[in-house]
């Protein structure tokens, strides 16, 4: 089974920025897209953006807005969200996660095969 291993999540100030990274312990098909969800408290969790590791392709929720920016590297297994313009709105725990398919991230009746521990992302004003 692949098992995802997220770092870099911490505090910032309103404006910040924080890079996430999710290593995979494997390189597979069944992992081929790779990306992040978010959940605030008392709110459901979100899609916020997933690569397709395979082409590059890339998905971002509406409200990412052109801050976040999600990149990988093939050698290392990894992928990358860098969050900028950070708000307090922005507060979460935030989860990688990987599936085959984009879907997983584009439906919300859909939900990813692989999931990471988590690592919290606050913002303060």
């Known amino acids: 089974e692949v098992q995802l291993v997220e770092s870099g999540g911490g505090s910032v100030q309103a404006g910040g920025s924080l890079r996430l990274s999710c290593s995979a312990s494997?390189?597979?098909?069944?992992?081929?897209?790779m990306g992040w969800f978010r959940q605030a408290p008392g709110k459901e969790r979100e899609a916020v953006a997933v690569?397709?590791?395979?082409?590059?392709?890339?998905w971002y929720a509406d409200f990412v807005k052109g801050r976040f920016t999600i990149s990988q590297d093939n050698a290392k297994n990894t992928v990358y969200l860098l969050l900028n313009s950070l708000s307090p709105e922005d507060t979460a725990m935030y989860y990688c996660?990987?599936?085959?398919?984009?879907?997983?991230?584009?439906?919300?009746?859909?939900?990813?095969?692989?999931w990471g521990q988590g690592t919290q992302v606050t913002v303060s004003s």
């Open positions: 996660a990987a599936d085959s398919s984009l879907a997983a991230w584009e439906h919300k009746d859909l939900s990813p095969t692989y």
């Open positions: 494997e390189y597979s098909d069944t992992s081929a897209c």
């Open positions: 690569i397709y590791t395979r082409a590059g392709r890339t």
